[in-house]
């Protein structure tokens, strides 16, 4: 089989497994989100993402809180804004 062609297959069984827990170590954390690992550092030393250590050394992320944490600060797209505003317009006149 081509090099590649294996390179490729274990990548998505690594995403697949990744995919499965609950609880990620720095490494996936990484690869999950795509932050880079020294960014990840950083938002880690400053408290600014929510990890665990539980033994002092080891990082782990809750990936739940995790996603939660990248979907925050969410923006809604402009044709949404423009249409709820439109909305909120409609139901102002009509009462």
Not at 31 to 39: E, H, W
Not at 66 to 75: C, G, I, N, P
Not at 81 to 86: R, S, T
Request: aromatic share 8%; hydrophobic share 35%.
């Amino acid at each position: 089989m081509d090099t590649i062609l294996i390179l490729e297959r274990l990548d998505r069984l690594e995403k697949l497994l990744i995919g499965s827990k609950e609880v990620l170590t720095f490494d996936e954390a990484s690869d999950y989100t795509g932050i880079s690992r020294s960014y990840l550092y950083k938002l880690t030393a400053s408290g600014k993402i929510p990890h665990s250590k539980p033994n002092g050394k080891m990082v782990f992320f809750d990936k739940k809180k995790l996603v939660d944490w990248l979907l925050q600060h969410k923006r809604e797209p402009r044709m949404e804004i423009k249409d709820n505003a439109q909305a909120g317009n409609l139901a102002n006149k009509h009462t």
